[in-house]
């Protein structure tokens, strides 16, 4: 099964250079095969996820205890081969490497499926959009499903690096080539802008994979800690770390008798180090997702780049490029740095993702362009995700990245939509429009349809999400911050978020009919069978999410039970430093997992 | 008869059958029978509603048998509280509940007192309103769409009523919403409806997101429950360990009716139901009278166990429904729209049932609490009858008119339209509180509990004594712009607007029965009978039912015995409270009566004299305009701030920030001059730097 999985990854690949040989005269061979290559990708991408679903359904023994930190066997359909060996044994076999490490787990397995769902709607809505230049529009497409899929499969820190930068290319040409007016500005801010914040990133985890054998030097100097560039293992790493630092200090805290003064000033020095190293890891590392989600305010790159976009470029850009700095959040940010996660990244990122979803409802609310709207309104529900991301407990983080999800089918929908009304008409001004709902009938419906998913009707996907999200954040516990505040906060984008929602299905759909002026055209028809076919899959998806969810929560609920663990731990170590003598409760609880 | 719980889940089921059905093959294939699947699926719908509801009964009768006969041998004592829950599927769960601090949510439905009575009211009325739908609509370009949006409608509203958890009930609380916002915006190129459904949607889900917190914290403070009685159970667990948080719960309760207030329309977020009137008639009936603006209601009584410890909410309950009775009933005086008058009203009657709500407060005796909130949905009840006669006759008279509905243009209808004529007097009379009529005994209740709380309570006894006789007032109010509106549209000269006239015309098939006579000395336009058999029968309904199950007795015992209540004492009826509210009910009518039959003039006369007054009631207080001035116009002008702001701070900065790069790179740019010989030199002198500062370091 490993071989389908790397069929997903060499597909796009194969595709992106046949359709760049193809040539620029045979559009539509291009166009046929990309629609073939796309649609094959979501076959193995569904094969997989739903065996990968039914085998997390299978296992009913739910009270089983969580592993503290993620087993290797839970990578499922994985490739792991060495690219660069760093260090080799006696015997000849290569014990340290940068990994070419791939599989599907619990966090990226809908993802992974989103990304290829949402491809072939992209092809599709580019089937007469795009007519110049077709064959290097696809190419640039394909090279982008690579650059996504590999992101989200990779499990060793440089592989998922040179993917994550991997994306910036093709979209950087796609939007550079077949945007609007402004394209040029557009596509270099949004190359600079996003490659600088990662860059930054790139220095965050390197560092890190650096720091930990020296660590674990100092801790134990008769072992020569290896250097490993394997999330798994780093995860392990920082999670023995954590565990073990404390315990050395307590350790001579009680232990009088051989007492020696300038050992425990050393260890009390080597854990005060340990936390910089983790406060500066973590901030490094939300340089370059932060801006990818974006988080308000390093945002101002998105409704550029939204605007000039072709519609395949924002549906990807929206529906998966922006879930990399969540998803990034979640895979590296919070296991690799858990006290600093619980520290920094629940006030700081927990307050900027509450005023993202306020400030982005605001500034949605008074666009008159409905391709920026949906784009800030993108930065309002990705401060959802945040939120719930940083309520760091069970409830919270699934809520995340179930909101992940529900972003990618619902705004993906929605730039389909205002693509396939830009395609009509030619203006994305509101005030051109009006009750377009009398002669777009189909249209209509499948925009109000969406627009409640987004605004988190109960029974449609979004409400579930938000749900959780603001369920887990309410229910946030420690000091670092007032969860009860920041989730009463969130609820109040609940309301603006129908607020714009419904301003801009008035304006455009209700109402006297009012058309734009277009030369010449013909008659402008509803949407022909190739426009329902990619919205009619997002939308089943959205009601399929929004009543049986099961699966979905099913299968992630492992991998956030571990993460929920990590950050509980760092909770534990947060309560206990802040006094002394811990609460009985908080030791009970600790010595009780210990025991385990 | 076999378990409830094998049928129950048929009641939402059914509708939602219908809706699909309709949606998928309405506009091709049904067209004019579209409202067929809608009419049966609600008739069933009703038919296992009074299934459910007689196996509760079931459970009340033979508990009070065995109450007063004593339990046979070898019994188990029956429940006091009748009720069946079933989990039919789980919805989402993550974690687990309670201890686990997770979410468990289940497609769980509860038979219980309170839900059957829900049920059985919301489909009873629903039946009788498609049927009537199907002679009002006929003709409608969306005739399909129609009867799918109100399938779906019973759908949510079912679930609302039967659903046993708060993740379900407010999924049937926005579904109705939604249904609500479609239903509005029926006619949606129309722009007052386009935007009077927005503004509905908006309005009550500001209301809904503190039903939203209100729920999540009463998760995440009372053992991370959803269902009602594992959260009652730990409210009332708390309470007798004397760990209960009062500050906490009475937050929790305020949330609750924050939802309740806007989904039923109550001051200060009343604004959306007058304007939710641009929706077809029946569907004001359904939803905006009779069924979907009672969930409030019904919230604040489900989670009566709540509310009665936490007597500061309920003082906040009572106070907002007064303000909304008093001050609908004071706008309703002087409205022109005939359904706005009846909008109005609705808005007052639920600020009864609040009152009622809010005075049921426990320290004037556990049991006067259950007595308080059986009033409130007793009222609801009766209310539910008569609103939707009146709303119907209103529609009907619509109808009739070619779709004009301002009073300014018709009158003298009693000969032209005799059964809508009937209906509507019925209806009036009932709301009038006319003695032994279903207004008369529910409203009395009411005031009997406003008073008795005002005479037994703890803390703001003196309070309710207010509250009761706003209430006494509004009573009266209440009468006269009944009777107003009566008078005007059906007594007086026949004046009829042309309208009426072309609008049979233009429909050939719509309105041929009334052309026979159409322009004779009082022209027939009477309603076809698929519209005035369903006004008859809510007639008989509307005038009966309250004399049927209120001074019987029967409707109080039957929900007094819902899960959570206190167990409830026979109070004996207040004759004198009575006879106070016949008198103040009579003397509307009769006013109302000298003002617009016998003295035309006199209204006129007496606007002017009341000038100010007049104009304010008129222009409904001049709320929206205040909401405009206060809300929008801040929130327009921050938004335009922030797309500024957006686009000239933020951006700027990013801007600015490559700029000063680019600037910097000018500045070095001299120094890649391109002249060998310069960058000779530079190395030159800086070797020579370089092995200076070695020098002086050794």
Redo the contacts between chains.
């Keep these: 099964m490993s071989g389908l999985f790397l069929l997903l990854l060499a597909l796009p690949l194969g595709t992106a250079v046949a359709s760049a040989l193809l040539g620029s005269g045979r559009a539509a061979a291009v166009r046929w095969l990309s629609l073939g290559s796309a649609l094959a990708s979501l076959l193995l991408a569904t094969i997989l996820s739903v065996q990968f679903a039914a085998a997390r359904l299978d296992q009913t023994s739910?009270d089983a205890k969580s592993p503290s930190t993620f087993p290797d066997e839970w990578i499922r359909f994985s490739t792991r081969t060495n690219l660069l060996p760093l260090h080799t044994t006696a015997n000849g076999t290569v014990d340290s490497a940068i990994q070419f490490y791939v599989g599907i787990d619990g966090l990226n397995v809908w993802l992974i499926l989103l990304t290829a769902l949402l491809m072939v709607s992209s092809v599709l809505v580019s089937w007469t959009a795009i007519t110049e230049r077709v064959n290097e529009f696809h190419a640039w497409l394909f090279v982008l499903q690579l650059g996504m899929t590999g992101v989200f499969a990779s499990f060793d820190i440089i592989l998922f690096y040179a993917f994550f930068e991997l994306t910036l290319v093709p979209l950087f040409f796609l939007i550079g080539i077949w945007g609007g007016p402004q394209r040029q500005y557009a596509a270099r801010?949004f190359f600079?802008?996003t490659l600088t914040g990662s860059l930054v990133t790139l220095l965050g985890i390197v560092s890190l994979a650096l720091t930990l054998p020296q660590i674990e030097s100092q801790r134990d100097p008769t072992r020569t800690p290896l250097l490993t560039f394997a999330i798994p293992e780093l995860i392990a790493k920082v999670d023995a770390l954590n565990d073990k630092l404390p315990k050395d200090i307590q350790e001579l805290e009680q232990a009088p008798p051989d007492f020696e003064p300038h050992l425990l000033k050393e260890r009390r020095e080597r854990l005060d180090s340990w936390h910089r190293v983790q406060m500066w890891v973590f901030l490094a590392m939300m340089c370059g997702f932060a801006v990818k989600v974006p988080m308000v305010?390093v945002?101002?790159?998105l409704?550029?780049a939204h605007v000039e976009a072709p519609t395949a470029g924002s549906v990807l850009l929206a529906g998966v490029l922006l879930k990399l700095g969540t998803y990034g959040f979640l895979r590296l940010c919070v296991p690799l740095a858990p006290d600093a996660s619980l520290r920094i990244g629940a006030p700081l990122l927990g307050g900027l993702a509450v005023v993202g979803i306020l400030?982005g409802a605001?500034?949605a609310?008074?666009?008159d362009d409905v391709k920026k709207l949906v784009a800030y309104s993108s930065v309002s529900h990705l401060g959802y995700c945040m939120l719930g991301l940083f309520a760091l407990?069970?409830?919270g983080m699934?809520?995340s990245l179930m909101q992940m999800i529900n972003h990618g089918l619902s705004t993906g929908a929605l730039f389909l939509l205002v693509g396939m009304l830009y395609e009509r008409y030619h203006t994305r001004k509101m005030a051109d429009y009006g009750?377009m709902?009398?002669r777009l009938h189909l249209m209509a419906v499948f925009m109000?349809f969406i627009t409640?998913s987004s605004v988190g009707?109960?029974?449609l996907n979004g409400?579930?999400g938000e749900?959780?999200v603001?369920?887990g954040m309410?229910?946030f516990t420690g000091t670092q911050v007032r969860g009860?505040l920041l989730?009463?906060l969130s609820?109040?984008g609940?309301?603006l978020g129908?607020?714009y929602m419904?301003?801009m299905?008035?304006q455009i759909?209700?109402?006297?009919?009012k058309e734009p002026h277009r030369e010449g055209h013909g008659v402008i028809g509803d949407l022909n069978g190739r426009e329902l076919a990619t919205l009619v899959p997002l939308a089943v998806l959205c009601l399929a999410l929004g009543?049986y969810?099961?699966p979905f929560?099913k299968a992630v609920?492992p991998e956030i039970?571990v993460l929920a663990g990590i950050a509980d731990a760092a909770r534990r170590r947060a309560a206990a430093e802040q006094s002394p003598v811990p609460p009985r409760d908080i030791r009970q609880a600790a010595t009780a997992t210990e025991k385990k | 008869m076999s378990d409830v719980r094998s049928f129950l889940w048929l009641i939402p089921a059914l509708p939602l059958t219908a809706a699909v059905f309709i949606a998928s093959f309405g506009p091709r294939w049904l067209r004019r029978h579209s409202h067929w699947p809608c009419i049966l699926a609600t008739a069933g719908a009703c038919v296992v509603a009074f299934m459910a509801f007689h196996s509760v009964h079931d459970g009340v009768s033979h508990f009070v048998s065995a109450h007063h006969g004593g339990a046979a041998e070898g019994e188990a004592a029956p429940d006091p509280h009748p009720h069946k829950t079933a989990v039919y599927y789980?919805?989402?769960?993550?974690?687990?509940a309670g201890t686990g601090?997770?979410?468990d949510v289940g497609i769980a439905l509860n038979a219980d007192a309170l839900s059957t009575t829900m049920a059985l009211m919301v489909t009873f009325i629903g039946t009788l309103i498609a049927v009537y739908s199907a002679g009002y609509m006929r003709g409608d370009e969306g005739y399909a769409r129609f009867f799918a949006e109100v399938s779906l409608f019973v759908f949510m509203m079912t679930t609302l009523v039967l659903a046993d958890n708060f993740?379900l009930l407010?999924?049937g609380w926005?579904?109705v919403g939604?249904s609500s916002?479609?239903l509005i915006?029926f006619w949606?190129?129309?722009?007052a409806?386009?935007?009077a459904?927005?503004k509905a949607?908006?309005v009550t889900?500001?209301g809904?997101?503190g039903l939203?917190?209100g729920i999540?914290?009463l998760?995440?403070s009372f053992g991370?429950h959803l269902d009602y009685q594992n959260i009652f159970q730990s409210v009332k667990a708390a309470e007798e360990a004397k760990t209960l948080d009062y500050g906490l719960l009475t937050t929790a309760c305020l949330l609750l009716m924050c939802g309740a207030v806007g989904k039923s329309a109550q001051f200060p977020l009343h604004v959306w139901l007058p304007d939710a009137m641009e929706g077809p008639t029946p569907v004001s009936a359904l939803i905006h009278a009779a069924t979907m603006v009672t969930a409030g209601v019904y919230l604040v009584a489900r989670c009566t166990p709540l509310f009665m410890l936490a007597p500061n909410a309920q003082v906040v309950v009572a106070t907002l429904g007064a303000i909304t009775m008093v001050l609908a009933a004071l706008i309703a005086l002087t409205q022109n729209d005939l359904k706005r008058v009846l909008a109005y009203s609705t808005l007052s009657q639920l600020g009864y049932m609040f009152v009622a709500l809010g005075s049921g407060v426990a320290s004037a005796g556990k049991a006067f609490v259950t007595f308080a909130v059986v009033a409130a949905m007793f009222h609801l009840f009766t209310h539910a009858f008569f609103k939707a006669l009146l709303f119907l006759s209103a529609g009907s008279v619509m109808h009739a008119m070619g779709h004009v509905i301002d009073m300014r243009r018709f009158s003298g209808l009693r000969k032209v339209l005799p059964h809508t004529h009937w209906t509507f007097l019925c209806g009036a009379f009932t709301l009038a509180g006319f003695p032994l009529l279903s207004g008369f005994w529910s409203k009395d209740a009411i005031l009997d509990a406003a008073w008795t709380a005002g005479h037994r309570a703890d803390h703001y006894a003196a309070w309710y004594l207010v509250l009761w006789f706003a209430g006494l007032a509004t009573a009266g109010l209440t009468a006269f712009y009944t009777f107003r509106a009566y008078f005007l549209t059906f007594w007086g000269e026949v004046r009829i607007p042309h309208e009426a006239f072309e609008h049979h015309h233009g429909h050939g098939e719509h309105g041929g029965h009334s052309d026979r006579d159409g322009h004779g000395e009082t022209p027939r336009l009477e309603s076809p009978p698929v519209m005035t058999v369903p006004l008859m029968i809510l007639s008989v309904f509307a005038l009966g039912i309250g004399a049927a199950l209120g001074p019987t007795g029967l409707f109080e015992h039957f929900v007094a015995h819902t899960p959570g209540f206190p167990p409830p004492e026979t109070e004996s009826l207040n004759w004198s409270m009575m006879l106070l509210s016949t008198l103040v009910g009579l003397g509307g009518i009769g006013v109302a009566y000298w003002m617009y039959v016998r003295q035309p003039e006199l209204p006129g006369r007496l606007a002017d004299a009341a000038k100010g007054f007049y104009q304010l009631s008129l222009n409904k207080f001049h709320i929206d305009e205040l909401y405009e001035l206060f809300v929008l116009k801040p929130?327009a002008g921050?938004?335009?701030f922030?797309?500024i702001f957006?686009l000239n701070v933020?951006?700027g900065l990013?801007d600015l920030t490559?700029y000063m790069l680019r600037w910097l790179g000018f500045l070095a740019r001299p120094v890649q001059n391109g002249l060998v010989q310069f960058y000779a030199l530079a190395m030159v002198l800086g070797m020579t730097v370089f092995l200076i500062a070695l020098l002086l370091k050794l």
Excluded at chain 1, 509 to 513: A, C, E, Q, R, Y
Excluded at chain 2, 90 to 96: H, M, P, R, S
């Design positions: 739910t801010k600079i802008y305010p945002h101002t790159w409704p550029l400030y605001f500034c609310l008074a666009q407990n069970e409830v699934t809520g009750g709902g009398s109000v409640m009707l109960p029974g409400f579930l749900w959780l603001i369920s309410y229910d009860t989730a009463g609820a109040v609940v309301v129908a607020w419904l301003t299905v008035r759909f209700f109402g006297p009919l009543v969810p099961k929560f609920s039970r | 789980e919805w989402f769960k993550v974690g687990e601090h997770g979410v993740a407010y999924l926005e579904g939604l916002y479609l915006g949606f190129a129309k722009p409806a386009a935007a459904a927005r949607f908006l889900r500001i809904d997101v939203f917190l999540l914290l998760w995440s991370h929130l921050f938004t335009t922030a797309r957006d933020l951006d990013v490559g």
